[in-house]
């Protein structure tokens, strides 16, 4: 058993502790063996887990799922101390100083009038703290690990900045009909890598039309995969009360159960 003295409360140096005894010879073999890696999934888990509490409005669940967050930036931090990288309290000192440097108007004596003024004054200090000599720049730093369709839109934001955009929504959504002709091509000629590119344009058109819409394109398609999964144990539970199976019914026998599906949702 590990010298650790167990209280009522716990603060942030109790946390780092903890972790740290956990990854000791004296602590858990699972927590030793982890890396950055290993554990960079459980990391993306735990960050969606605290956003659905977030959804939800779930004070309590939020509570818990940030504790859960806070534990795997710990967690990377120690491991990075144990490499004599850095440690848990240059984390901090950084993002302070980040949130300092990005918020003249508050800890200087920039004057803004509104939040337009507060983003551009953030995107400009931004680009200049990172080196980012380009707009291009700008748009490569987009974090490739982002959801695809959350990191398409914020590239499309990125290069309105440059000028590069659509002068509409219209014009957004023409580029949909576009699009929609050139995919059609595509798959027409049966060839499978020109599918996959214009499949892709397909789905970044929808994107932009997205942003100039004021849609945020990752929340709609999630929306959209929830009312299919609703929809679809409608259809489940409409099929099993006349005593079928739905894998027993071809596709025209099912759209019958699912249009009858859409009309009681």
């Not at 939800?56 to 990075?80: A, K, P, Y």
């Not at 039309?209 to 299919?228: N, P, V």
Request: glycine share 4%; with cysteine.
């Amino acid at each position: 058993m590990v010298n650790f003295q167990q209280k009522d409360f716990y603060n942030i140096e109790d946390l780092q502790k903890i972790v740290k005894l956990l990854r000791s010879e004296d602590g858990c073999p699972w927590d030793r063996e982890q890396t950055h890696k290993s554990i960079k999934s459980d990391f993306i888990e735990e960050v969606c887990e605290a956003i659905e509490a977030i959804d939800l409005e779930d004070s309590e669940l939020l509570r818990e799922e940030l504790g859960d967050v806070l534990l795997q930036v710990v967690f990377h931090c120690t491991i990075e101390t144990e490499n004599g990288n850095f440690v848990f309290d240059d984390v901090c000192d950084e993002i302070c100083k980040k949130l300092i440097v990005r918020h003249p108007h508050v800890f200087g004596d920039i004057v803004v009038s509104n939040t337009d003024d507060v983003l551009k004054n953030w995107d400009s200090i931004k680009k200049e703290t990172k080196g980012q000599e380009s707009y291009t720049d700008t748009l490569k730093s987009v974090a490739k690990s982002l959801p695809a369709l959350m990191r398409a839109q914020k590239v499309g934001k990125r290069a309105m900045r440059a000028g590069m955009d659509f002068r509409s929504a219209e014009d957004a959504i023409a580029c949909i009909n576009s699009e929609k002709i050139e995919f059609d091509e595509a798959v027409s000629s049966e060839d499978k890598d020109k599918i996959f590119e214009e499949f892709g344009d397909l789905l970044f058109s929808c994107v932009n039309a997205a942003r100039h819409l004021g849609i945020d394109a990752e929340q709609a398609l999630i929306a959209s995969t929830e009312k299919f999964i609703r929809r679809f144990s409608k259809t489940e539970e409409l099929v099993s009360l006349d005593l079928l199976n739905m894998p027993d019914l071809n596709i025209e026998q099912l759209d019958v159960y699912w249009e009858r599906a859409k009309k009681l949702l």
